[in-house]
């Protein structure tokens, strides 16, 4: 029932040892809080309790867009998905992470909800995962044992629960995107402030020359309990000139990877359906076999 | 005013928007009392259940907590209701729907009064509940109410509906179904309550009706009427759901009571999602025909309305389905038969349209399937039926002045035409298709007597100030009082000063409710304030020695326009030891009501037309609709503040395109499964286009100025229109409200093909 | 346990003892009486609760008090000048922006968030920046119009309404 939040202990770390001493100390009963906007409302709408909540805004360090000399991209976790939105090298150099990020909430979760968050907050349809997925983020794990990368791929291991020991995610490393086309589709009753029925990243390295696909990727939000990479899709395409029947092959495999489950946004059998057509449908503009490659919701 | 300017007709800044633009408008929730205790409902979680125990010990004894209260502790009345008294503030024995109120408790903070509230041990017999109304009316039905399920048959016969089949050449029936929204106010539902040294009470309540509250107050507190004051706060929208806020005011005036300390309770987004009154959800079949050439001939209809788990207004919501079912249309032969049924779900009560767009949608959804059937155009075709002065309703009343339904119709054809040329997509999937809905709505509740009051009182420097018991909700009423008022008096708006919703102070003018603020409200302010200055005039007319009728009152000042003489009202009072002029005006609508065999009358003295038309984009591949372009045309008589007629208008398409798409209420096994903004779908910004109004103005002569009002009939029209743009898109007919992309996915599954001219 | 913070809010400094449990929409309406920031729903749906902080639009709802050591927050009550009103409220009242005025405050300072970032938006673009705060009365359509109206672009030679069908009368 929704209700006012409950007294806890706010603690603000200046340095992640102290964060870390403090997750120690007080185990399950802390909280992280970064942006607040998942956590605070699952506090509030269902009587999600702390005793400590640790923010970890105090710490320097963990919010700031890195582009590398290599072309690769490190994200701290901290940072909002609204600077990523106002980032204008993502929007340039990794189009998938910020069609992601965009399309989160409303402009106000935006400026506070952070990537860190979304991530760890480990919904299958966080808006933000399925483009990570696909290009191969791996996520950089504070724990007592130092520093440790995660592909992301394996970071979610079902709704809500990620493979985090007692660590804290502190960022995120993005690989070179090279030239590659890609897409992220989200489809939802609204244009905005809306969660997706179904979403799917696509991203595509094909030869301009010979028109054959190298390296593809396809993941889907909001059909399985983890942000899913449907790998028989991708292979139906990698090292194949993408034709129409070709396109429509993945889409069919990626449909097959899917195991939705039906709640009040939609029914199993309609995700799956859905996974079919966005899947399609992404590769279709992505592959620049469309007319046009806009950014699609609805 | 200058002199040469008018008030009325003028698209003048709504009178309070200073005060909100700055944040300084108080709201319900803005008010703090020193000492000030919060109150919390404990509820159901149950839709249906026995009431075995209920203890309070654990929640009695938390530190802060200052009241825990059950039905016994209500001192009087211990049920509510508008139009029968089943409603229990709090229950004793049974819970009826889910977030039926157990018991209130109170606390010295807010997070107090909801631990308090969650301490609460409440035992429950978990009984099955009357979840679908069909299901309800069957005798062998488990009984929501002692007095059986089925609360309420109206009827309406008008010819014979065998004869007029008999004459059809085309004949269309189907079955649709529409579902629970809720009114969705950005300000939810709350009450402060204050109990003076005398021991009388002072609430304060976002409500359209305070003088129904004081009302149900009093009875619920066991007292009389001179002992409850209720003033209304500036209140953040109504739409119907704030149509008297009795339960809220009375928790309030309960722990107020009790506790001698000043209380609030103030309802949470869930609770006013999950337990406040709602729309009513419909099954409704309609059977309508039509000659060769185009005329309707006989429509009969069915509708079950299910009204929850208590009345609160569900008689006269099905009842104006049924009076206003056979559309703005002359047809010879009807018949309608409408159900208020009960069900273990929230009340259903008054939402913006009142049992109309419900009907609109499956009527004109048919009208549309008709047309095609005969070839015609839709709009030529509703224009070969649609009601002219001089044209009986389907009520049996004759309508001589305002019916400006086919010049919407017109004016709806040329924008349907600019449309067209934007039907193209640049998708293979996407494809555009533009709708039309029609529809009306009697102005003012359907029944004899109603009334309408207003006080003016003239000072010598010529402001005024208004005193009327209509309230404003949002709408714009204080203004436009002040517009007439202005206009009447030959004064500056600023110097007309409006008090709405104090019942101390201002008389019970019923409720902002059924479109009627302007037109009876509207017309109580222009009599006050005509008979203040016929009694300004008449002491002048004595002064010069000259008639009354040939003078005029203007700024302050009356003048004698022939010979250039005046003098201001200041003297003239003085001359005649007046102080100020007070004046009573009084306005009643000319109606009959409807025969209960028949359904025959003339339940409202005019009507609001419209024509509305819809572009929408269906993806055929995902359902996905979105409106695209939007026009709209409402006949209103004459638009006092045509800025705010307009306001009223788009507000409507909004709301009218989330009905058609995107809002209801979700249950499982009677329980909502959505009560918060996240998972019911309010439209965005995002959602929706610019809408282009076009305001008809066919006059009506009982109207102050020609007016008759807006608020809902500019609804009613909004969910048929995109509804017929689905189906001229995608050629699938959505039989089933709200056309979510899944639900428009089915359909598309079971197209069929497409006619080849698409 | 209470929080000791200091933080500026509308251009003034105020040091607040919060609970740490309570929100910067608490603390506003709560401690400094600034009642013109809206509780819709708690819980980031609605954007009645809409503030800068730091110069960004966030629901109040959403952010502890407790996280605002040190932080700027402008509310409603903020945003008018001493010269008078901001033009974003003038035209507020003059398109007939207002309805019942809940919603208000917190499109407003969306509003405001939008035009320091884009002086000059089109009509997608206030909306998309609008999407967060929902309105029930108005169906957005004035108040798109009247941040149009407030806008840099309301200098470009033809700005106006857009082509809508005028009242007959």
């Keep these: 029932m929704l209700s006012k939040l409950r007294e806890f202990q706010y603690l603000r770390p200046r340095s992640l040892d102290e964060a870390e001493e403090l997750i120690q ?41 890195h582009a590398e000399p290599d072309g690769s991209l490190r994200i701290g976790a901290l940072t909002t998905l609204g600077d990523i939105e106002r980032s204008s090298h993502i929007r340039a150099h990794f189009p998938l992470l910020w069609q992601g990020a965009s399309c989160v909430g409303s402009v106000q979760v935006r400026n506070r909800a952070t990537v860190g968050g979304n991530l760890c907050n480990a919904s299958p349809a966080a808006d933000t995962a399925p483009p990570l997925l696909a290009l191969g983020g791996e996520a950089i794990l504070r724990g007592e044992r130092g520093e440790r990368r995660l592909l992301l791929e394996k970071f979610f291991t079902g709704p809500g629960r990620t493979a985090m020991g007692q660590e804290i995610l502190v960022g995120i490393s993005i690989p070179p995107n090279g030239a590659g086309s890609s897409l992220y589709l989200k489809h939802s009753p609204r244009r905005a402030m809306d969660i997706a029925i179904v979403s799917v990243a696509v991203r595509l390295d094909v030869d301009s020359q010979t028109g054959v696909c190298g390296k593809a990727s396809i993941v889907l939000g909001a059909v399985a309990p983890v942000p899913l990479r449907a790998r028989a899709a991708e292979q139906t395409l990698e090292g194949q000139r993408l034709t129409a029947q070709r396109l429509e092959d993945a889409a069919r495999a990626a449909q097959e990877a899917a195991q939705p489950i039906g709640d009040l946004r939609g029914t199993a059998a309609y995700r799956r359906e859905m996974v079919w057509v966005l899947t399609r449908r992404a590769l279709v503009e992505a592959s620049g076999a469309g007319e046009g490659s806009t950014f699609f919701q609805g | 005013m200058a002199d040469n300017q008018k008030a009325v007709g003028v698209s003048v800044p709504r009178i309070e928007a200073r005060e909100k633009v700055l944040g300084r408008s108080v709201y319900v929730d803005d008010l703090r009392r020193e000492g000030m205790i919060w109150g919390k409902v404990v509820r159901s979680p149950h839709p249906r259940a026995r009431i075995v125990h209920v203890d309070v010990t654990e929640a009695r004894g938390l530190p802060g907590v200052v ?53 609460v041990r409440v035992e429950y017999e978990i009984l099955e509940p009357v979840l679908d109304p069909i299901a309800a009316m069957s005798p062998e039905a488990p009984q929501v109410q002692a007095g059986g399920n089925v609360a309420s048959y109206s009827k309406l016969r008008r010819g014979d509906v065998e004869v007029g089949f008999r004459a059809a050449d085309v004949i269309v029936e189907d079955s649709f179904s529409t579902q629970m929204i809720d009114h969705a106010y950005l300000e939810p539902e709350g009450a ?73 309770v103030l309802y949470t987004r869930e609770e006013s999602l999950r337990t406040t009154v709602k729309r009513h959800p419909y099954r409704i079949h309609y059977k309508v025909g039509a000659t060769r050439s185009g005329k309707l001939t006989a429509v009969e209809a069915r509708f079950v309305g299910d009204t929850g788990a208590y009345l609160v207004v569900g008689r006269a919501v099905v009842g104006k389905s049924t009076s206003h079912g056979a559309g703005p249309y002359e047809v010879p032969h009807v018949k309608m038969d409408g159900y208020a049924v009960y069900t273990n779900k929230a009340p259903a009560g008054a939402m913006r349209g009142y049992g109309v767009p419900q009907v609109a949608v499956a009527y004109e959804s048919l009208l549309d399937e008709l047309a095609r059937k005969l070839n015609l155009d839709p709009i030529e075709f509703r224009l070969k039926n649609v009601l002219r002065e001089g044209s009986q309703t389907a009520t049996g009343q004759t309508l001589l002045h305002s019916v400006g339904v086919a010049e919407t119709l017109e004016r709806a054809a040329d924008a349907r035409r600019e449309m067209t040329p934007h039907l193209k997509t640049g998708k293979p999937y996407l494809k555009r298709g533009i709708g039309v809905g029609v529809s009306w709505h009697g102005i003012g509740a359907a029944r004899s007597p109603s009334q309408a009051t207003a006080y003016v009182n003239l000072c010598g420097d010529g402001s005024a100030t208004v005193l009327c018991g209509s309230v404003d909700i949002g709408q714009g009423s204080n203004t436009l009082f002040s517009q007439i008022a202005a206009e009447e008096l030959g004064v500056p708006l600023d110097q007309i000063s409006v008090v709405t919703g104090d019942t101390l102070t201002t008389p019970d003018c019923e409720a902002t409710t059924a479109t009627r603020v302007t037109y009876l409200s509207g017309n109580a302010v222009r ?123 788009e507000g409507a398409v909004a709301m009218g395109t989330g009905y058609a798409l995107s809002e209801g209420m979700i249950f499982d096994r009677g329980k909502i499964l959505n009560p918060s903004f996240a998972t019911y779908l309010l439209l965005t910004a995002a959602d929706l286009p610019p809408v282009r109004v076009g305001l008809v103005e066919a006059p009506e002569p009982t109207g102050p100025y020609g007016a008759k009002g807006v608020g809902e009939p500019s609804m009613n029209p909004v969910a048929a229109a995109v509804i017929n743009a689905i189906y001229d898109a995608v050629g699938v007919r959505i039989r089933e409200l709200p056309a979510v992309p899944e639900t428009v996915f089915a359909a598309l599954k079971t197209r069929q093909p497409l006619p080849a001219d698409r | 346990m209470s929080i000791s913070l200091c933080v500026i809010v509308n251009g003034n400094e105020h040091h607040l003892d ?15 009486g600034l009642t013109g920031t809206k509780r819709g729903c708690e819980v980031g749906d609605c954007g009645a609760c809409t503030v800068l902080l730091n110069g960004k639009a966030v629901n109040s709802c959403l952010v502890l008090a407790a996280e605002t050591e040190g932080a700027e927050v402008v509310t409603i009550e903020g945003v008018a000048g001493r010269e008078g009103l901001h033009p974003l409220q003038e035209a507020f009242i003059r398109e007939g922006a207002v309805q019942c005025g809940f919603c208000t405050p917190g499109m407003i300072l969306s509003a405001l968030a939008l035009l320091r970032e884009n002086p000059r938006p089109s009509d997608a673009e206030v909306r998309q920046a609008l999407s967060g705060n929902l309105c029930r009365c108005t169906g957005y359509a004035k108040i798109v119009q009247a941040v149009l109206d407030a806008s840099d672009a309301s200098l470009v030679p033809g700005f106006g309404r857009p082509e809508g069908l005028r009242p007959s009368r």
């Design chain 1, 25 to 65: 100390q007080f185990g399950p009963d802390a909280r992280i809080l970064a942006g607040g906007t998942d956590l605070l409302v699952r506090m509030k709408e269902r009587g999600l309790r702390a005793r400590v909540v640790v923010d970890l805004k105090a710490i320097p360090g963990l919010a700031g867009i």
């Design chain 2, 527 to 649: 009599l006050a304030a005509e008979k203040a200055k016929g009694t300004a005039l008449e002491l002048a007319a004595k002064h010069f020695g000259c008639l009354p009728e040939h003078l005029i009152l203007a700024r302050g000042k009356v003048q004698v326009p022939d010979a250039a003489l005046e003098i201001s009202l200041t003297d003239l009072f003085k001359k005649h030891a007046v102080q100020q002029i007070s004046a009573l005006g009084v306005f009643s609508p000319d109606c009959t009501p409807l025969d209960p065999e028949t359904g025959q009358g003339s339940p409202h003295a005019t009507y609001g037309f419209g024509t509305h038309v819809a572009l929408v984009e269906v993806d055929q591949e995902t359902g996905a609709v979105r409106l695209v372009d939007y026009a709209a045309f409402n006949d209103v008589g004459k638009a006092i503040n045509p800025q705010a007629v307009e306001g009223q208008i």
């Design chain 2, 67 to 119: 009241a825990v209260l059950t039905a016994a502790d209500v001192p009087g009345d211990r049920y509510v209701g508008p139009l029968v008294k089943d409603q229990p503030i709090l229950c004793s024995s049974s819970v009826r729907f889910e977030g039926d109120a157990v018991a209130l408790v109170a606390a010295t903070a807010e997070e107090v009064a909801e631990t308090a509230r969650d301490a």
């Design chain 3, 18 to 32: 919060v609970a740490p449990h309570h929100t910067l929409l608490d603390a506003l309406r709560e401690e400094l």
């Design chain 2, 192 to 264: 402060v309550a204050e109990v003076d040294a005398e021991g009388k009470v002072t609430i304060w309540v976002c409500s359209q009706y305070p003088h129904y509250d004081r009302q149900e107050v009093a009875r619920v507190l066991g007292v009389s009427l001179a002992r409850v004051r209720v003033i209304q706060t500036t209140t953040g929208g109504g739409f119907g759901g704030k149509f008297g806020s009795p339960l809220v005011s009375c928790y309030a005036a309960l722990l107020a009571a009790r506790t001698g300390r000043p209380a609030k």
